[in-house]
């Protein structure tokens, strides 16, 4: 059920992707450089979901009753958008729809931390990214055609029948994943003694020690501290902030989606201004999504299989490796001088996303798993700020500098700083995690 209301949400999303140029420029005469702020709202509206959904979930100690809000809050949009014929009004229907999608990404992720807590997560969020990228394959075909065939009313009538679609499942079919939690007891501990969570050191990270030497007649660890935590235990939202592995993995997101949602707004524009594909717009985030189906499954079974073999600080090489593959192959997008050129950085760039976002995603949920927390959802809404936050700061730069730079400099200058950020956060922390290893194996040795 997680990965269908993923489709949702991202096919509502999804929906006005390649109509939006032709909505805000053509029907509603709006300059192009505001374009970017149409991504921002919906970033706001995530933060604000994301945020009341975890409050609610943890504090409550309820998924099904939360995520039955987001179905409401899809209705509500899609009635908002059915209305919309003013920049305003898309701007209110952008903010609802980051609302829904807020609290609905919050809490399918939580669901899913909560009831595979026995295992890592990379293969579990690959599959269900798989169902984001089918649904980001067919959204924005699907959007054009309901567009042709009836405006902006076509598309709004099947976002309020895929509001009140997820809010009949959730009544009648989905149970409480915390229901679900109780019927494998000791699930962490299990975990621990199989070898599949790694003890963490004081700065939260993996130990260095054998997994097979894991005791385990505790199942307490320690936070970034050195408190033990036990089992249960709830770590506020402001102190998750402040662990090393939730700091980098953020960070990663922030890239990776910035960098993404700039190219979902300038890609329609270059592709009319430079390359004269207009009518390609759809087709072109189709062969995207495609691309994404097809490497998201090998890199999450690939993340699992070398975080388990070789240790948590593989996590971060991943990361980082994928962040210069987003640079390379959005600069073979930027330097590109025909269409053709330019699909095959794009499709390129869906496996270097793949490559940053399925360690960094997993990552929330492993590390709460890691320390026996109660706070899975609180956890998972920093992944979707940090989704809002790159929606929100990158996009409106690139608009606003697609007019005097061009497609090319601006993606180039983009995509350079943000990859270099990310990559320095993971070697910051591999060195973080080293000493705090060295310190932990040798405790009479000073670091400093």
């Not at 070398?306 to 994928?322: H, T």
Request: proline share 3%; hydrophobic share 50%; charged share 10%.
């Amino acid at each position: 059920m997680s990965s269908l209301f993923l489709f949702i949400d991202t096919f509502v999303y999804s929906l006005t992707v390649a109509n939006l140029p032709d909505i805000l420029q053509t029907k509603m005469h709006i300059s192009s450089s505001n374009n970017g702020l149409i991504s921002s709202m919906f970033g706001i509206g995530v933060i604000i979901g994301s945020l009341v959904s975890a409050f609610l979930s943890d504090h409550f100690r309820v998924r099904r009753l939360v995520q039955l809000l987001a179905g409401v809050v899809y209705t509500i949009a899609g009635i908002v958008f059915f209305e919309a014929d003013h920049y305003y009004q898309m701007l209110i229907f952008k903010v609802i729809n980051g609302i829904a999608s807020g609290v609905a990404c919050t809490m399918l992720y939580t669901t899913v931390g909560d009831v595979f807590s026995a295992n890592l997560l990379g293969f579990i969020v690959a599959i269900i990214y798989l169902c984001n990228n089918i649904s980001y394959s067919i959204g924005p075909i699907c959007g054009q055609k309901l567009y042709e065939l009836n405006g902006v009313k076509g598309i709004a009538s099947l976002v309020i029948a895929l509001g009140l679609l997820e809010i009949v499942l959730l009544l009648t079919i989905v149970e409480d994943s915390l229901v679900q939690k109780e019927s494998v007891p000791h699930s962490h501990e299990l975990a621990i003694r199989s070898g599949t969570l790694p003890e963490l050191n004081e700065g939260g990270s993996q130990s260095s020690q054998s997994l097979s030497k894991i005791p385990t007649d505790s199942l307490s660890v320690k936070d970034s501290n050195g408190y033990a935590k036990d089992n249960g235990e709830s770590i506020p939202i402001w102190k998750l902030l402040l662990q090393p592995p939730v700091v980098v993995s953020a960070i990663a997101i922030i890239t990776f989606i910035g960098i993404q949602c700039t190219l979902e707004g300038l890609i329609p524009l270059h592709l009319k201004d430079k390359l004269h594909h207009s009518d390609d717009s759809g087709v072109t985030f189709v062969a995207f999504g495609v691309a994404t189906i097809v490497s998201v499954p090998f890199v999450g079974k690939i993340n699992d299989w070398m975080i388990k073999r070789y240790g948590e600080s593989v996590r971060y090489i991943l990361i980082a490796v994928g962040s210069v593959f987003l640079f390379l192959f959005t600069l073979l997008m930027a330097l590109a001088q025909r269409y053709a050129v330019m699909m095959v950085g794009y499709v390129l760039l869906a496996f270097a996303i793949s490559c940053v976002f399925v360690p960094a995603q997993s990552a929330f949920g492993d590390f709460i798993n890691y320390m026996g927390s109660d706070s899975m959802a609180q956890s998972f809404a920093i992944s979707n700020m940090s989704w809002a936050i790159g929606a929100i700061a990158l996009p409106p730069i690139g608009t606003g500098l697609y007019s005097s730079a061009g497609f090319g400099n601006t993606m180039i200058g983009i995509s350079a700083i943000a990859s270099f950020i990310c990559i320095v956060a993971c070697v910051a922390i591999l060195i973080y995690n080293r000493k705090a290893d060295h310190k932990s194996n040798n405790p009479g040795v000073s670091l400093h």
